[in-house]
T-cell receptor
Framework: QKEVEQDPGPLSVPEGAIVSLNCTYS??????FMWYRQYSRKGPELLMY??SSGNKEDGRFTAQVDKSSKYISLFIRDSQPSDSATYLC???????????WGAGTKLIIKP | NAGVMQNPRHLVRRRGQEARLRCSPM?????VYWYRQLPEEGLKFMVY????????ESGMPKERFSAEFPKEGPSILRIQQVVRGDSAAYFC???????????????FGPGTRLTVL
């Protein structure tokens, strides 16, 4: 079993829809949770960062962490075609640098 | 402010040759990380370096792979005697390395895509 599980998709939704992306994990020591966006042939770009549990909002993006369920989510409101990309979750424990990654979910926003 | 730079962007090598991948961190960053990404898989941590020091190489294969970050110049990931299984995208990230901070954001370069024939 992988330490971080993420549905590879693709997830296809119409423009303007609310998108929900999720990851589950098995290591209860994880404390730092990130969401990265990766366009084709590009490097990952940090979208959201959360420490421990709770919610964090930044514009159209909301990240949620539920440590009791070992489950994290990224919500995208008013989705745009430019949001089409692969979204990767990443997390780490005490080290704060050795990130453990999900495989990524490919998201397609249809105009 | 230039971001993390990696070169070459694409590298083709025949089995048994050496591959050298270069990474120049963002201005002001002294911490460098290397990751490998196989198709349809997440990134895998390989090594964490500071200037002239290897901090954590627990993700590096024990043989054929080495990394350095000299006092001057870019960080180098070297793969000797490449095999077909080394074909992947190799990403470098850098951070400012704020000691004691709960957040030390890693910024990624565009990657080097290595193809071994």
């Amino acid at each position: 079993q992988k330490e971080v599980e993420q549905d590879p998709g693709p997830l296809s939704v119409p423009e303007g829809a609310i998108v929900s992306l999720n990851c589950t994990y098995s290591n209860s020591a994880f404390q730092y949770f990130m969401w990265y966006r990766q366009y084709s042939r590009k490097g990952p770009e940090l979208l959201m960062y959360t420490y421990s549990s709770g919610n964090k909002e930044d514009g159209r993006f909301t990240a949620q962490v539920d440590k009791s369920s070992k489950y994290i989510s990224l919500f995208i409101r008013d989705s745009q075609p430019s949001d089409s990309a692969t979204y990767l979750c990443a997390m780490s424990g005490d080290s704060n640098y050795q990130l453990i990654w999900g495989a990524g979910t490919k998201l397609i926003i249809k105009p | 402010n230039a971001g993390v730079m990696q070169n070459p962007r694409h590298l083709v090598r025949r089995r048994g040759q050496e591959a050298r991948l270069r990474c120049s961190p963002m201005k002001g960053h002294s911490h460098v990380y290397w990751y490998r990404q196989l198709p349809e898989e997440g990134l895998k941590f390989m090594v964490y370096l500071q200037k002239e020091n290897i901090i954590d190489e627990s993700g590096m294969p024990k043989e054929r792979f080495s990394a350095e970050f000299p006092k001057e110049g870019p960080s180098i990931l070297r793969i000797q005697q490449v095999v077909r299984g080394d074909s992947a995208a190799y990403f470098c990230a850098s951070s400012a390395g704020r000691t004691g901070s709960t957040s030390d954001t890693q910024y990624f370069g565009p990657g080097t895509r290595l193809t071994v024939l």
